[in-house]
Antibody, heavy 119, light 111 residues
Framework: EVQLVESGGGLVQPGGSLRLSCAAS????????MNWVRQAPGKGLEWVSY????????YYADSVKGRFTISRDNAKNSLYLQMNSLRAEDTAVYYC????????????WGKGTTVTVSS | NFMLTQPHSVSESPGKTVTISCTRS????????VQWYQQRPGSAPTTVIY?????PSGVPDRFSGSIDSSSNSASLTISGLKTEDEADYYC??????????FGGGTKLTVL
């Protein structure tokens, strides 16, 4: 079964750091581009970051650029999001999503992990 | 960068047809493909339309997508509405900087 499972969320104080992980299974992880997408409480979806299959190409939303770092370990079938200098507005459910490369869209999503930034 | 604007909410009765719009603020709607994602309460999003009008396997043909260059918008149409279609729907496209852009989402109520 194709599956993505996020972990690493939790409560963190403003200015703190957190590292999210996304474990992939059921498919050849190294062949797929990946995204992180977040959703603040009661709000819509917001794209956060993209990484190519090899990790050589990376993009960020302006709202997280310079604070968040996306990475992947294809040997471990894992995707990561290092989040530094966290702000209250980063509070959200964070989803990892696989990018289908033929037709280009997010075809598999994890269930998400919740990040709460509060003192 | 551009924005994708959706109505905040729509409602319709079971068995009827509803259309959700997604208007691009600048640049042509036809210049980048539009996707539509369905998100039921408490669940992760799933794709119902990709590349403007293509349905992933498993998505019923009650769901269809289109674009209209004259209004610079994309539309998601759901016919034969069922109570299970009640969800939030998001359009998504890409900008010239390879950034992914979501619309604000539309809450569909089937009453």
């Amino acid at each position: 079964e194709v599956q993505l499972v996020e972990s690493g969320g939790g409560l963190v104080q403003p200015g703190g750091s957190l590292r999210l992980s996304c474990a992939a299974s059921g498919f050849t992880f190294s062949s797929y581009e990946m995204n992180w997408v977040r959703q603040a409480p009661g709000k819509g979806l917001e794209w956060v970051s993209y990484i190519s299959s090899s990790g050589s190409t990376i993009y960020y939303a302006d709202s997280v650029k310079g604070r968040f770092t996306i990475s992947r370990d294809n040997a471990k079938n894992s995707l990561y999001l290092q989040m530094n200098s966290l702000r209250a507005e980063d509070t959200a459910v964070y989803y990892c999503a696989r990018v289908e490369a033929g037709p280009y869209y997010m075809d598999v999503w994890g269930k998400g992990t919740t990040v709460t930034v509060s003192s | 960068n551009f924005m994708l604007t959706q109505p905040h909410s729509v409602s319709e009765s079971p068995g009827k047809t509803v259309t959700i719009s997604c208007t691009r603020s600048s640049g042509s709607i036809a210049s980048n493909y539009v996707q539509w994602y369905q998100q039921r309460p408490g669940s992760a999003p799933t794709t119902v339309i990709y590349e403007d009008n293509q349905r992933p396997s498993g998505v019923p043909d009650r769901f269809s997508g289109s674009i209209d260059s004259s209004s610079n918008s994309a539309s998601l149409t759901i016919s034969g509405l069922k109570t299970e279609d009640e969800a939030d729907y998001y359009c998504q496209s890409y900008d010239s900087s390879n950034l992914w852009v979501f619309g604000g989402g539309t809450k569909l109520t089937v009453l």
